[in-house]
Structure formats: structure tokens, C-alpha cells
């Protein structure tokens, strides 16, 4: 085959375009793997003393390590804490509404409905917990996993 004026056999135009393709696969997983991770990860980490602000009412304490500690417990896990039992009374409240569904009194629409602002205020309350729970985590607090539903 004639290209630009070269002599240039078929392979190896398929050849060039194989390699062409897997070169722009394999970039492309790099990127969203690593780079574009490490971007977000860099944003939040600049955006997490504002959401930290908002969701435990004070900054954090960046300079000293001493402090941290005392944040952590006198601020952060007593925050922690009262999500989560909001968080367990909203499973709670809906799990009570889904349990007695034979009830003879109430039609389906208030069933229903009350079903499904339960499942919103549980929604509601699962978002508040597990954001203050990543942003104190992103922020470099010693904060437990799962022992702030034990209580």
C-alpha cells in the first residue's frame, strides 16, 4: 500500500493501529486509576476542614498534636455517636412500619407514605453519618469503624 509516498505493507498498518488502541486502553485505565483518584483525593483533603465545620460545628485542629485528641473525644465522637442513633432509631422506624403491614385500621396511601418518609429520613440520616465519619476519617482522626452502633 502507497501512504505518503512509502511503500508500507498492511500488517503492519494493523499492527500500528493494535498497538495504537491498546496504548490508549491501558492509558486510560492509568488514569482513572491512579491520577484521577489522586486529584479527588486532593480536593477533598482541601475541602474536608469546611465539611468538617459543618458537620461537628468546629475546625479542626491541624497544628496541634495534642489537641487531637481531646477533639476527638469531646467533639467528633459524641457527634459520632448521635448520628448513630438517629441513624439506628430511623432503621428502627422503618423496620417497625415494614414489620406490621396487616394493619386494618390505615388505608394503603398513609401505609405507604409513611413508608417511604421513613426510608427517606433513614436515607437522610446514613448520608449525615457516613460523611462526617469519612471527613473526620480524611482529616487524620483515629475514629472506630463500627463501634458507635453498639450503643
Request: aromatic share 12%.
Amino acid at each position: 500500500m502507497n501512504i505518503l509516498g512509502f511503500f508500507l505493507p498492511i500488517w503492519a498498518i494493523v499492527l500500528a493501529g493494535v498497538v495504537i488502541v491498546l496504548l490508549s486502553l491501558v492509558g486510560r485505565i492509568l488514569y482513572v486509576r491512579f491520577l484521577q483518584t489522586s486529584v479527588n483525593a486532593f480536593v477533598f483533603r482541601v475541602r474536608a476542614p469546611k465539611l468538617f465545620e459543618e458537620y461537628f460545628g468546629s475546625t479542626p485542629d491541624h497544628r496541634d498534636d495534642q489537641l487531637r485528641p481531646v477533639q476527638l473525644t469531646r467533639v467528633i465522637e459524641p457527634r459520632l455517636f448521635e448520628l448513630a442513633a438517629l441513624l439506628k432509631k430511623a432503621y428502627e422506624r422503618e423496620s417497625e412500619l415494614l414489620g406490621n403491614g396487616h394493619d386494618m385500621g390505615t388505608s394503603y396511601e398513609v401505609k405507604r407514605n409513611s413508608i417511604l418518609s421513613a426510608r427517606s429520613l433513614k436515607e437522610e440520616r446514613e448520608v449525615a453519618f457516613y460523611s462526617a465519619h469519612k471527613t473526620a476519617k480524611a482529616l487524620g482522626f483515629q475514629v472506630k469503624e463500627t463501634a458507635y452502633y453498639r450503643r
